[in-house]
């Protein structure tokens, strides 16, 4: 059964950056099917892609967040990971990774929905 | 970019049915595939639908997914309603611009 852990520190200073990391188990981050996401939920709100990451490492991110965003794998450690720099209160949420069933690609982009969620992790910005 | 509109919230009564809509802004609603998500208090999001109309394994043929141009809308429709089925529900689609857009979710109640 695949399982996705997110790890990181749950309180992060304003202006400073949110580390994340995925871990994969039960199943291989470098295969061809899938690709791998994560998502934010700030309290009480809706849900925000933030970005997706294929194993060959090609990234895919919101526009929104696009300047504040770095998402990379680590396929050794069957890892994902997430930062977002200068972060404000505005990013407190719960943040999770997911994997993206890869069903097609849409000019180069991969389309699919994410079929697996890790537990999600709060993260709040705080000084 | 486009938006996707989704009530706050409906209410139905157990066996009964319900249809939740979602509404997209500007674009065809066929343009791109809707997703539907199921998310329960706590617990993070699972898929219900995807590809406007598939049920994953899993998932109870309860639960079904369409499209309607006339509208630009997609809706999720869950019949033989049981309480387990009070949740959140979100649906999702694509735009040309890579983007992944979220519904802002509704809240559906079975009392």
């Known amino acids: 059964q695949l399982q996705l852990q997110e790890s990181g520190p749950g309180l992060v200073k304003p202006s400073e950056t949110l580390s994340l990391t995925c871990t994969v188990s039960?199943?291989?981050?470098?295969?061809?099917?899938?690709?791998w996401g994560w998502i934010r939920q700030p309290p009480g709100k809706g849900l925000e892609w933030i970005g997706s990451?294929?194993?060959?490492?090609?990234?895919y991110y919101n526009p929104s967040l696009k300047s504040r965003v770095t998402i990379s794998v680590d396929t050794s450690k069957n890892q994902f990971s997430l930062k977002l720099s200068s972060v404000t209160a505005a990013d407190t949420a719960v943040y999770y990774c997911?994997?993206?069933?890869?069903?097609?690609?849409?000019?180069?982009?991969?389309?699919?929905?994410?079929?697996?969620w890790g537990q999600g992790t709060l993260v709040t910005v705080s000084s | 970019n486009f938006m996707l509109t989704q009530p706050h919230s409906v209410s139905e009564s157990p066996g009964k049915t319900v249809t939740i809509s979602c509404t997209r802004s500007?674009?065809?609603?066929?343009?791109?595939?809707v997703q539907w998500y199921q998310q329960r208090p706590g617990s993070a999001p699972t898929t219900v639908i995807y590809?406007?109309?598939?049920?994953p394994s899993g998932v109870p043929d309860r639960f079904s997914g369409s499209i309607d141009s006339s509208s630009n809308s997609a809706s999720l429709t869950i019949s033989g309603l049981k309480t387990e089925d009070e949740a959140d529900y979100y649906c999702?689609?694509?735009?040309?611009?890579?983007?992944?857009?979220f519904g802002g979710g509704t809240k559906l109640t079975v009392l």
């Open positions: 997911a994997r993206g069933v890869l069903r097609y690609f849409d000019w180069l982009l991969p389309r699919g929905e994410f079929d697996y």
């Open positions: 039960g199943g291989s981050i470098s295969s061809s099917s899938y690709y």
């Open positions: 990451i294929y194993y060959s490492g090609s990234t």
């Open positions: 500007s674009g065809s609603i066929a343009s791109n595939y």
């Open positions: 590809e406007d109309n598939q049920r």
């Open positions: 999702q689609s694509y735009d040309s611009s890579n983007l992944w857009v």
